[in-house]
């Protein structure tokens, strides 16, 4: 892709840029040359699976990429790094999110839900806007707070850090725009984001050493890391306490919010698709609170979520860097290349999804619709894939069905603006305004 081509369109939309690229390629391996910077973009799914699970060693992270020295400075060395370090917060949190453990936490996680639901009937009523984004961060945090960390985590300090980690995404974009500057080069938001992980770190660490004092016998993620034990029976240094802490603290809240943050507007723009959902969470929930046992009739409501992780997957971009010489797709890569996947860019490509891929489409997710035409199963990978695939993925789907359900089986919404807004470049995709909308209470809506 030649520089005149490439370059204005990163600069104008990068996110449609590699949509663009990936259907001028066909999907073929294509060098970007993004003037200093010359990676290669991959969106073949069969050459995301060998670069993500098949050869996955030659493929690691590599720190020197703009995206992963950016998420080494917030979390350090554990869930999130590569080698020993990852091995290690791997089989210490792994078990956490075993699909048996999630389920048995989801009537608690519905009541944190619908309590936090309950606050937004004041602005309802007065016909207030509210900031979609803001208050699904509320709703994330009443749940996951209390119901993964034991209440160790306060909902207040909880939305603190929320706000940390939305000032950190911001402040990566100078960086991840302009790959290859030194980071001793200061670059515009440094400042920031370092103050951001300061006020993280001012908020964790003081719980955490808490938490050490009295660890407690429970099976929340601070007493999973206080109990744990190396292989020569050691505790764990604070430092990788730490480091997964706030690795655990992100991989719980941050996709849920932004996922979800784009369904309203989608909503607005395909009214076919909303009226059946709505239809749905009407039969199944009815005005009463959402139950574990609903979720497995919210058919649709999983269908519709499948749809918007395609269309608006949270991580956006997966840099890998070459650590040995390798042939992809018949191109030689050389060791120390940079290698840029794109959830968003394979999962909106015609290729894969035909001429419609832009177009939001739940039935693509019908049961037993899933791998029609024979997709191939890396044609949709929003959560990663191979052995660093997210541990939060059955998380987000339980607690995404809980949020959407309940909301829905007690307003419908007016968008301030019904536009679906545009992407801005961060470390995950967010919209590029607010998302406002004026609720309207339901006539059964339960009010406390």
Same mark, same amino acid.
């Given at each position: ?11 104008? %939309? &990068?996110? #449609? ?13 294509? !060098? $970007?040359?993004?003037? /200093? ?12 699976q060998e670069v993500l699970h098949e050869r ?94 034991a209440d160790r985590i306060t909902v207040s %300090? &909880?939305? #603190? ?5 939305e000032m950190i995404v911001n402040a990566m974009?100078? !960086? $991840?725009?302009?790959? /290859? ?268």
């Amino acid at each position: 892709m030649p520089a005149w081509k490439a370059l204005p369109a990163a600069v104008r %939309d &990068a996110h #449609q840029a590699l949509v663009d690229v990936g259907n001028w390629s066909n999907g073929d391996v294509v !060098r $970007l040359s993004l003037g /200093v910077s010359r990676p290669y973009l991959v969106t073949n799914p069969a050459h995301v699976q060998e670069v993500l699970h098949e050869r996955a060693a030659i493929y690691p992270r590599g720190d020197d990429t703009a995206l992963w020295r950016s998420v080494r400075k917030l979390v350090g060395d554990g869930i999130l790094a590569e080698g020993e370090s990852w091995v290690a917060s791997r089989r210490i949190l792994a078990p956490l999110f075993r699909p048996a453990r999630l389920n048995a936490m989801i009537e608690p996680m519905a009541s944190a839900v619908a309590a936090a639901v309950d606050e937004l009937h004041g602005a309802a009523s007065a016909g207030t806007p509210i900031d979609v984004g803001r208050e699904l961060s509320k709703i994330v945090c009443s749940a996951i707070m209390r119901v993964f960390f034991a209440d160790r985590i306060t909902v207040s %300090d &909880a939305l #603190q850090i929320m706000a940390a980690q939305e000032m950190i995404v911001n402040a990566m974009a100078p !960086r $991840l725009l302009a790959p /290859v500057v030194p980071w001793w080069i200061p670059m515009p938001g440094d400042r920031r984001f370092a103050a951001a992980v300061k006020s993280i770190d001012d908020i964790l660490l003081p719980v955490l050493r808490q938490a050490q004092r009295q660890p407690g016998d429970g099976d929340d993620v601070l007493s999973a890391l206080v109990r744990a034990r190396t292989d020569d029976g050691r505790g764990l240094s604070e430092k990788q306490m730490r480091d997964d802490l706030v690795s655990m603290v992100a991989v719980t809240t941050e996709t849920s919010y932004v996922v979800l943050t784009w369904l309203w507007p989608v909503l607005a723009n395909n009214p076919d698709v909303a009226t059946r959902l709505y239809d749905e969470i009407e039969q199944v929930v009815g005005g009463g609170q959402v139950r574990s046992h609903h979720l497995a009739e919210l058919t649709y409501t999983k269908m519709v979520l499948e749809e918007l992780l395609r269309l608006y997957p949270a991580g956006w971009i997966v840099p890998r860097r070459a650590a040995a010489a390798d042939i992809l797709g018949g191109v030689r890569i050389e060791k120390g290349t940079t290698i840029i996947l794109s959830p968003y860019a394979t999962q909106r490509m015609t290729a894969w999804w035909g001429p419609t891929a832009e177009v939001f489409d739940p039935e693509r997710f019908a049961p037993g619709r899933e791998d029609a035409g024979g997709r191939h199963r890396y044609a949709h990978y929003p959560f990663g894939a191979g052995m660093h695939r997210c541990l939060g993925e059955h998380l987000f789907n339980l607690e995404a069905s809980l949020i959407v359900a309940t909301l829905l089986s007690r307003f419908r919404f007016t968008l301030t603006d019904a536009s679906i807004p545009a992407t801005r470049v961060a470390a995950s995709l967010r919209p590029a305004r607010k998302v406002e909308m004026i609720l309207k209470p339901l006539a059964h809506s339960p009010t406390r």
